[in-house]
């Protein structure tokens, strides 16, 4: 029998030669779990486009969260309309379809995820913790940031070590999307569990004039 760590370590090479042969020789390996995560998120998480999408065409069926992380957007609003209430489902591994949606970057399926009225405070069921505004402050979605937080996101959620999305931000030297957060009664003096604050955070990750250019 196909042992999943054979799959993992094919995924995670990126060999969709490899994956596809372990696949076709037995399809029930696509069943297995890796902590939780299924083969396809595990080459979503990985940035191994190709191979998910490999995986996906021989995934006899994919969830409405996998289908959102990956940006089927025609497939996941026809799954939408025959079952409602997926909208707030979560990946196996604790993951809403929502925050999915926005940290793989597809924007215009997050944005129309939200206008369908999905959970802008859902964050993630796992130790991450993290909520659809942490997602979208990683990746520097100001169009989304600003969907979100019109439609009631906090902007004080706290993921892991208890970062908000400001720190977010701060990583990324995002003076702008700061600033949106900032308007919306973001707290610049709030600190992680570690102490830190976003001008601190965005100092440790070489943005030193952030704060400056933040309160100029």
Same mark, same amino acid.
């Given at each position: 029998?196909? =042992?999943?760590?054979?799959?993992?370590?094919?995924?995670?090479?990126?060999?969709?030669? +490899?994956?596809?042969?372990?696949?076709?020789?037995?399809? %029930?390996?696509?069943?297995?779990?890796?902590?939780?995560?299924?083969?396809?998120?595990?080459?979503?998480?990985?940035?191994?486009?190709?191979?998910? =999408?490999?995986?996906?065409? +021989?995934?006899?069926?994919?969830?409405?969260?996998?289908?959102?992380?990956? !940006?089927?957007?025609?497939?996941?609003?026809?799954?939408?309309?025959?079952?409602?209430?997926?909208?707030?489902? +979560?990946?196996?591994?604790?993951?809403?379809?929502?925050?999915?949606?926005?940290?793989? =970057?597809?924007?215009?399926?997050?944005?129309?995820?939200?206008?369908?009225?999905?959970?802008? %405070?859902?964050?993630?069921? %796992?130790?991450? =913790?993290?909520?659809?505004?942490?997602?979208?402050?990683?990746?520097?979605?100001?169009?989304?940031?600003?969907?979100?937080?019109? @439609? !009631?996101?906090?902007?004080?959620?706290?993921?892991?070590?208890?970062?908000?999305?400001? @720190?977010?931000?701060?990583?990324?030297?995002?003076?702008?999307?700061?600033?949106?957060?900032?308007? @919306?009664?973001?707290?610049? !003096?709030?600190?992680?569990?570690? !102490?830190?604050?976003?001008?601190?955070?965005?100092?440790?990750?070489? @943005?030193?004039?952030?704060?400056?250019?933040?309160?100029?």
């Amino acid at each position: 029998m196909l =042992r999943m760590s054979e799959l993992t370590d094919a995924i995670k090479a990126g060999d969709v030669a +490899r994956v596809t042969s372990l696949i076709d020789a037995d399809a %029930n390996v696509l069943t297995e779990r890796e902590n939780g995560t299924t083969p396809v998120m595990i080459a979503v998480y990985h940035g191994k486009t190709d191979v998910a =999408r490999a995986i996906a065409e +021989r995934s006899p069926s994919l969830s409405f969260p996998e289908l959102c992380a990956l !940006g089927e957007s025609d497939r996941a609003k026809a799954m939408l309309a025959a079952d409602p209430s997926l909208l707030n489902a +979560r990946s196996t591994d604790g993951f809403p379809a929502l925050g999915l949606a926005i940290f793989f =970057r597809h924007g215009e399926l997050a944005r129309w995820l939200i206008e369908q009225g999905a959970d802008v %405070n859902a964050a993630a069921d %796992n130790a991450l =913790r993290v909520a659809p505004l942490h997602a979208a402050a990683a990746t520097c979605d100001h169009e989304t940031t600003r969907m979100l937080l019109a @439609h !009631g996101a906090d902007p004080h959620a706290k993921q892991q070590m208890d970062y908000t999305p400001l @720190h977010g931000a701060a990583s990324r030297g995002d003076v702008a999307l700061a600033k949106i957060l900032l308007t @919306h009664g973001a707290d610049l !003096g709030a600190k992680g569990s570690d !102490g830190l604050t976003a001008a601190d955070i965005a100092a440790k990750y070489g @943005h030193p004039t952030w704060l400056l250019a933040l309160t100029a």
